[in-house]
């Protein structure tokens, strides 16, 4: 009897194909639309573009996703994870900003949504397994599973999978890991989906392609403040410490002055108690590097790494992988050492590590240093 698979069809080009190859592997397939975000509540306060268009985005992917499960003759779910959202996404995401740490959401969606809520609704529903169509791969052992980079390193996802547990993964599949971009738009081309050529999704998972700066003025006071350099000239205003990252060159506002070089600017640092932006010129500039970081909320997918073991580690998504040293400390958190330094590297974000091909799982940046000097992030 073919196992059971429930598919997160998002009524995008990669879930798609996904369904695709599940089928043709044979099994059996369901598909779920996952609604997290109530759009028809909060379009006019998200600065949405399509404000004024009869159907907005999250409809039309459920329309997408529709169209592409009848077209492959499956059956589709639509189940509502708005509540669950706001409790274990949403909220995490407000709470990072206020703190002036920049958070990945999407991360937490994996944990706590796609992997955890969506888990619990597709078991109900019978399934053996769940899939989705994430870049990346799972070998399936006698007794553990590993995760591992997708094939396609431009778009590999197990970044945003670095918190997902043992248990998570010895239930899920990921159809289209060992594809690349590319290929996943042809086989979607020859079964004229209408997802085939249909733009990939942006930004954060919940605001996609809104304005970013009028969706958080909806949940969050602006504080406008200084920006300044390091030694605490002023040399501009700034909107609200939320809207800015460490390593931000764009929209910082900046004209020339003949007090400063002609180099660009960069968000070098916050202090939240005096609200001032600490900015600096240059893309080298050495307040950008760090050599060192301390980390919490450890999440190991099975192997737990070594002491005094070289492994890689990635500090944001798509950047090149750094080698690292590990050292554990108490009460859950770690020391990363990478002697090679690494730029912008920003609290809030995930320190995911790898043992060659596998995600051994990461941990949330707290505090960087350049050797035992505290950046100001």
């Known amino acids: 009897m073919a196992k059971k698979v429930i598919l997160g069809l998002s009524g995008g080009v990669d879930s798609s194909v996904a369904a695709i190859k599940l089928l043709q592997a044979g099994y059996e397939v369901e598909g779920m639309f996952m609604r997290n975000w109530d759009s028809a509540t909060n379009n006019d306060i998200l600065g949405n573009p399509d404000l004024n268009d009869d159907v907005c985005p999250q409809e039309r992917d459920y329309q997408d996703a529709k169209a592409v499960a009848d077209k492959l003759g499956i059956k589709l779910h639509r189940i509502d994870f708005i509540a669950e959202y706001w409790d274990y996404v949403f909220t995490y995401f407000i709470n990072e900003y206020k703190k002036g740490r920049t958070p990945n959401p999407d991360i937490m969606c994996n944990k706590y949504i796609k992997f955890a809520t969506f888990l619990t609704e597709a078991k109900r529903l019978g399934a053996d397994y769940i899939a989705m169509g994430h870049y990346a791969r799972v070998k399936h052992l006698e007794d553990h599973s590993l995760l591992l980079r997708g094939v396609d390193d431009n778009k590999d996802q197990t970044y945003f999978l670095c918190m997902i547990n043992q248990e998570q993964l010895r239930q899920s599949l990921f159809p289209i890991g060992d594809m690349l971009k590319k290929e996943v738009r042809k086989i979607a081309s020859e079964y004229d989906l209408v997802t085939a050529k249909k733009k990939d999704s942006t930004g954060i998972c919940f605001i996609g392609e809104r304005n970013f700066k009028q969706f958080l003025k909806n949940y969050l006071p602006a504080k406008p403040g200084n920006m300044v350099t390091s030694d605490g000239k002023i040399v501009a205003k700034h909107d609200g410490l939320m809207y800015y990252t460490i390593?931000?060159?764009?929209?910082?506002?900046?004209?020339?002055?003949?007090?400063?070089?002609?180099?660009?600017?960069?968000?070098?640092?916050?202090?939240?108690?005096?609200?001032?932006?600490?900015?600096?010129?240059?893309?080298?500039?050495?307040?950008?590097?760090?050599?060192?970081?301390?980390?919490?909320?450890?999440?190991?997918?099975?192997?737990?790494?070594?002491?005094?073991?070289?492994?890689?580690?990635?500090?944001?998504?798509?950047?090149?992988?750094?080698?690292?040293?590990?050292k554990y400390l108490a009460n859950d958190k770690i020391e990363i050492i990478y002697n090679d330094m690494a730029k912008a590297v920003t609290p809030g974000q995930a320190a995911v590590i790898y043992d060659g091909e596998i995600c051994l799982g990461g941990a949330i940046i707290n505090e960087v240093y350049m050797d035992l000097e505290k950046r100001r992030y």
Do not use: M
């Open 247 to 326: 390593g931000q060159r764009k929209g910082l506002g900046i004209g020339g002055s003949h007090d400063f070089l002609n180099e660009p600017w960069f968000v070098i640092g916050k202090d939240l108690e005096k609200n001032e932006l600490i900015i600096g010129q240059g893309e080298d500039n050495k307040y950008l590097y760090s050599n060192r970081l301390y980390a919490s909320e450890c999440n190991w997918i099975y192997d737990k790494p070594l002491e005094n073991k070289d492994y890689t580690a990635k500090f944001r998504y798509r950047q090149k992988d750094i080698p690292v040293r590990i």
